[in-house]
Every structure is written in C-alpha cells, then in structure tokens.
C-alpha cells in the first residue's frame, strides 16, 4: 500500500510510548490509521488492581483480548501507522463520550469494581486529564499529519467480542460496525464475506450507530471514512489466530485502498453524520476548541 509517487522516501510517524498511549510507526502516506482503544489491560501505577482480583484483568472487562496482536500485525503488514490505549477500559474508557454513564464503569459483567464505587468529581477529572484526552488527543494529532501529508486517513478500529454472552454462543467470527458512513463499511464488509466459511455480522452483537465513541469523535465528526472490525476473542486469543486475521484483514484493507474506483470517496473529506443526530451533521470542531469542549464537559460531570 503505497500512495507517494516522488523519489523521496515517505515520511514515517514515530514511534512513541506514553502512559496513556502507544503509537505504533508507519508511512504518513499509507492513507490508513488504525486504533485500538482497549488494548492492553495494565493499569498505571497507584492503581494497583482497583480492588478487583488479579485474574478479572484476563478477562474481557479489561480489555479486548488478541486485538492489540492483531493491530501490530496489521500496521506491520501495512506499512501504516496505528495507535493503543496503555491503560484498561477499566480506569476510564476511550470509547465513550465523556457523558457516557459507563464512561468508568462500576460494575462489568457481575464483577463489582471497588475503586470506582465511589469516584469523586476529583480522580473522575484526573483520569480523563491524564490519560481519555492525551489519548484522543494523540489520534487527533495524527489525523492532522496524514491530512498534512497529502492523505486524508482511513480510520480503522480494531476490537474482539466474546465467544458467548449470558450462556448464548455468538455466532460470528467477525463483525463491521458503522453508521451512516458506508465508504469503508460496506466494501470491508464485502471482501471478508467472500469467504463463504466465514460469518461476518453487521452491526453485531453490538450497533456502530451511536454517539460520543471513538469513531463518532474522530471519523463521523471530522467527515474521514471509517469503521469498526470485531473479532470473536476465542480466533485471536492466540498467536496463530491472531495473524491468521491480521493477514485476511490486512489483504481486504490493502485491495480496498488499491482500489482507484474507491480511492477518491475514501479519502475525501465528508459529512455523513449519525443516525443519532437530531439536525444535520455536525461541522469538525478544531483541535482547540476539541479540546475545550472536553474539559467543559468534565467540569459540568
């Protein structure tokens, strides 16, 4: 996946590690940035285990098991950059809008988690300082590089689902989320489903149409193609089946981005907005008023 056509090597994104993020390098051209809000499920220092015992950490509240492997996978295979949470879903999740009453969840699957029964106003303002807005920041700021480059990106959101919900098995090997911007859903959705040993959901088992997650604040709201891959936990638990799916993601992203009849709708910039928009689609804010807005919303929480 190669966009530069001059004789100068493209530029790289760096590499960086943060206590709030990592980003993974690749070409400021390669017209793709992956994200994987839950990737790990460590918690920083002071923490220690919120209260919960050790093994709950191997579970999927804390994280979405095989999707950081897969997203190592996939930004090596394409030479694109990528970037993940360094804390659990548990300290606060950066897939939820800062109004979101399970943005720190209390309970999670039966599991009650002692230190966020009774979070003060204080330590609520502390973790989205210290690790909800550098994170998003830090997509922002990488958004801004490729769109400097030449490319507006392609956002790509890597998560795993468990095999089985309150005793009912899941079906799906995989599944697309998304909303109302279809130019990356539906032909990812396509080429994985070409597989006819392979069941692909849509919208399953969760819905892409909602507002205030990641994609909402940095696709929908910004005009940028996106969506969301699901994998089932069990297939990229390990590390066969982790680049088993890196490598058919990676080989459907690659033809799709490959593709000239798709590469102008792609990478253009436009406003779909959300099916849970009350008016029309709303215009991207600046970074600074972004930035703004979230500490506004803090204050008001």
């Known amino acids: 996946m190669q966009h530069s056509t001059g004789g100068e090597p493209a530029p790289l994104v760096a590499p960086s590690v943060t206590d709030s993020y990592e980003i993974l390098p690749?070409?400021?051209?390669?017209?793709?940035?992956?994200?994987?809000?839950?990737?790990v499920s460590a918690l920083p220092p002071g923490y220690g285990t919120l209260g919960l015992p050790a093994a709950e950490f191997q579970r999927h509240i804390a994280y979405d098991i095989?999707?950081?492997?897969?997203?190592?996978?996939l930004s090596r295979a394409l030479r694109a950059p990528a970037i993940g949470a360094r804390f659990s879903r548990l300290l606060v999740d950066v897939n939820r809008g800062l109004?979101?009453?399970?943005?720190?969840?209390?309970?999670?699957?039966?599991?009650?988690?002692?230190?966020?029964?009774?979070?003060?106003?204080?330590?609520?303002?502390?973790?989205v300082a210290l690790y909800y807005e550098p994170y998003h920041q830090a997509i922002d700021?990488?958004?801004?590089?490729?769109?400097?480059?030449?490319i507006p990106p392609v956002l790509l959101s890597i998560h795993s689902f468990t095999e089985s919900w309150k005793g009912v098995r899941r079906p799906w090997d995989a599944a697309i989320l998304w909303d109302r911007d279809y130019r990356f859903s539906v032909p990812l959705l396509?080429?994985?489903?070409s597989d006819r040993n392979v069941l692909v959901g849509e919208n399953e088992p969760y819905n892409g149409r909602i507002s205030g997650d990641c994609m909402w604040q940095h696709g929908t709201r910004r005009g940028l193609a996106h969506t969301i891959v699901e994998v089932r936990q069990d297939l990229i638990g390990e590390a066969e089946g982790q680049a088993h799916w890196a490598k058919r993601i990676a080989t459907a992203v690659e033809g799709i981005l490959a593709s000239p009849e798709l590469r102008e709708s792609l990478h253009g910039v436009r406003y779909f907005g959300s099916h849970t928009d009350a008016e029309g689609p709303p215009p991207h804010p600046?970074?600074?008023?972004r930035s703004s807005e979230?500490?506004?919303?803090?204050r008001r929480s």
């Open 26 to 39: 690749g070409r400021l051209d390669a017209g793709l940035l992956m994200i994987c809000d839950h990737a």
């Open 66 to 73: 095989g999707a950081f492997e897969v997203t190592k996978r």
């Open 99 to 127: 109004d979101d009453p399970t943005l720190i969840m209390r309970i999670s699957d039966g599991a009650v988690v002692p230190g966020n029964r009774r979070l003060d106003t204080a330590e609520r303002e502390k973790r």
């Open 141 to 150: 700021a990488l958004i801004e590089q490729g769109i400097a480059a030449g």
């Open 190 to 193: 396509e080429a994985l489903r």
């Open 286 to 289: 600046s970074v600074e008023r």
């Open 294 to 298: 979230c500490a506004e919303s803090t």
